[in-house]
């Protein structure tokens, strides 16, 4: 059948989650401007508790978006210029980016080719006495292994920080994303598990200082009004409109993420026939506290077609799909000055020429699904 006469299955569709908040959302907007307290108002510190409450632990302060509660975050946990900070080679662009705005060295590590996430051996080889802090990144919604990483850290004596922009209410080993280490930091990016009409993002952490630090660099580096004590301050504040739609979504969240991990759990036995024609998903190690921000398969040297032909032939079917990532940070322009070649890698180079994310989001339905595999497994049997 050509894509024109097919019902598009789209990458991610918001539809299905804003259709029964819609009222409620216009509602907050109209209450918001009557009360006229657009930049950090009630409805910030309101869902500012709520959050972190959610996320077990006890302070959150929102900001603009994921990379601000990385940058600032960071700088308010004392890392700063002559410091290394180890993070993942294969991660969105912006874990990089916090990192390298505090003035701090980023040390890249490769990963784990099952899972994705960050390679705690390959981790711990790269601690030098300059090493301050550790970002483990909850890839696709799956969080790095609490236990093994607070040993680590408590080992070398690092700060963890958490890049849990992937992993809204995850949880591993009985902890929850962003509870682990001194804070963490998400993003409310729209297509987010927990996402806002627009940007937006919360650092979160159990210390009180920490939290204090970065709602004062949010707002200037002041610590009150004119009376600015930082320099490392900014304007990124998360819109009380945004927090108001996100602490509408809130209590949404737990059957939301489960919707998208039974989902999954329909994918894997679906697809898994296909392994015999190399296409394999990532591998869950976390169970139900997976909450597949992605659902990720990869296209292995064994299938009879690449990821790239996989995809254009998805597409011919009307079937959107993502890379996350295509192009590994240690290999991306921007960065060349931190002197990687391509083969540094190897595991995060390889998974960019392999992974293929399919659509994945509560409100997909299990027809939709079937339509995907078959679609997949058309594409491997007539290849064009
Ligand atoms: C892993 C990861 N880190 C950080 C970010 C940055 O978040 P934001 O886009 O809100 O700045 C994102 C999302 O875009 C992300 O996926």
Redesign the pocket.
């Given at each position: 059948m050509s894509s024109s006469s097919l019902e598009l299955i789209p990458f991610v569709d918001l539809s299905w989650q804003h259709r029964p908040l819609k009222a409620d959302i216009l509602a907050m907007v109209k209450a918001v401007m009557e009360k006229g307290d657009c930049v950090l108002g009630q409805k910030v510190t309101e869902f500012e508790t709520a959050f972190a409450a959610a996320c077990q632990t006890d302070y959150g302060v929102g900001v603009g978006?994921?990379?601000?509660?990385?940058a600032l975050g960071l700088r308010a946990c004392g890392i700063t210029a002559g410091d290394e900070v180890i993070l993942p080679a294969n991660?969105?662009i912006?874990?990089l980016i916090?990192i390298v705005r505090t003035g701090a060295t980023p040390i890249l590590v490769d990963c784990d080719p099952q899972t994705a996430l960050i390679d705690l051996d390959a981790a711990e080889r790269a601690i030098t006495p300059r090493t301050k802090a550790i970002v483990p990144?909850h890839?696709y919604g799956q969080m790095v292994s609490p236990t093994a990483l607070i040993a680590l850290a408590k080992r070398h004596h690092l700060i963890i920080f958490e890049?849990a922009?992937?992993a809204h209410l995850a949880q591993r080993e009985g902890y929850r994303a962003g509870s682990i280490g001194m804070a963490a930091?998400f993003?409310?990016?729209p297509s987010?598990n927990l996402g806002g009409l627009g940007?937006?993002?919360m650092l979160v952490t159990p210390q009180e200082a920490v939290a204090q630090t970065v709602r004062s660099l949010r707002n200037y580096g002041a610590t009150r009004k004119y009376f600015h004590t930082d320099p490392g301050g900014v304007n990124s504040r998360l819109d009380t409109i945004q927090a108001g739609v996100l602490q509408l979504k809130l209590p949404h969240m737990e059957a939301w993420n489960q919707a998208r991990n039974q989902l999954a759990q329909y994918y894997d036995a679906a697809i898994a026939p296909l392994a015999q024609k190399g296409i394999v998903p990532m591998t869950n190690v976390s169970g139900t506290g997976h909450v597949y921000h992605l659902y990720v398969i990869k296209v292995t040297a064994d299938c009879p077609i690449d990821r790239n032909l996989l995809q254009t032939a998805l597409n011919a079917q009307a079937i959107q799909t993502g890379i996350h990532y295509p192009i590994p940070c240690h290999l991306q322009p921007a960065f060349s000055s931190l002197g990687h070649q391509p083969g540094n890698f190897p595991y995060s180079e390889a998974l960019s020429q392999e992974i293929l994310s399919l659509p994945m989001y509560p409100g997909l339905t299990l027809e939709q699904v079937d339509r995907v595999v078959a679609a997949i497994h058309f594409a491997l049997t007539s290849p064009v």
């Open positions: 978006c994921g990379t601000d509660a990385i991660t969105f912006a874990t916090g990144v890839l890049d922009a992937q930091g993003s409310f990016y987010k940007d937006g993002g």
